[in-house]
């Protein structure tokens, strides 16, 4: 079956190393602070000026001021301090942040990312994500394979405005987990019970298939 949004959070969740420093996007991304693994220690960098932030309060923690760029009631963990945005964009500028992961509209198989706008929908503007997708060392992509109206969001050329280009070099799915190189997305991981060709149709940048492809594991 397709990973729900709490295991797409938990499967990307493995990616984190001890000491890193992570930017979380809005929608999926930000599920990921709930899956830390238990004998790493990871610092979560939310863009509006808090570093250290924690996981999802309770209601007896909930704090209306303390929020995410997603506006989420958030925790923050000991040690955590608060800074202003412009020294907040200067971590990320100054590519201080190991890792990011973003939420997306459309990946090609170029790297290229459109994240942040629709024709004739409201929009409130690119947002962090351009700067997160310039500086960051390294990126990954959350979102559902397909649209809403069942189309593949994994493409030859991203048909949306860009938020950046050749910038994305992993991305995890609900159906897949796909690394980007060499003009092509290489399948390294599927969901349990669905198929290759399943993601293969489902795909319509290149899809490369090599060797034997594990089950993810959550």
């Known amino acids: 079956m397709p990973l729900n ?20 996007g809005i929608g999926i991304p930000t599920l990921v602070a709930n899956y830390i693994p ?14 250290g932030a924690g996981g999802f309060p309770t209601e007896a923690e909930v704090d209306p001021d303390l929020i995410n760029a997603g506006k989420q009631t958030i925790t923050a963990i000991p040690g ?4 202003s945005s412009a020294d907040s964009f200067a971590m990320i500028r100054g590519g201080h942040i190991d890792l990011t992961i973003l939420g997306a509209l459309e990946v090609d198989e170029e790297g290229n990312i459109a994240s942040w706008m ?6 409130k503007g690119m947002g962090g994500a351009m700067d997160l997708v310039a500086s ?3 990126i990954i992509v959350a979102m559902p394979h397909t649209n809403k109206d ?13 938020t950046g280009v050749r910038c994305i ?6 159906l897949a987990v796909l690394e980007i190189k060499d003009g092509a997305f290489y399948l390294k991981e599927r969901a349990p019970d669905v198929s290759i060709d399943a993601i293969r149709q489902l795909t319509k940048g290149q899809l490369i298939v090599e060797g034997d492809i594990s089950i993810i594991e959550i």
């Open 38 to 51: 238990k004998n790493i220690q990871v610092i979560f960098q939310s863009e509006n000026g808090l570093l």
């Open 5 to 24: 949004r709490e295991q797409i959070a938990k499967r990307i969740a493995q990616e984190l190393k001890d000491g890193y420093y992570v930017n979380l």
């Open 169 to 174: 070099h992993k991305v995890v799915t609900d």
């Open 150 to 162: 069942g189309q593949s969001k994994l493409l030859k050329r991203c048909q949306l405005p860009l």
């Open 80 to 83: 955590a301090c608060y800074f």
């Open 136 to 138: 960051a060392k390294n």
């Open 118 to 123: 629709i024709p004739n929908k409201m929009l």
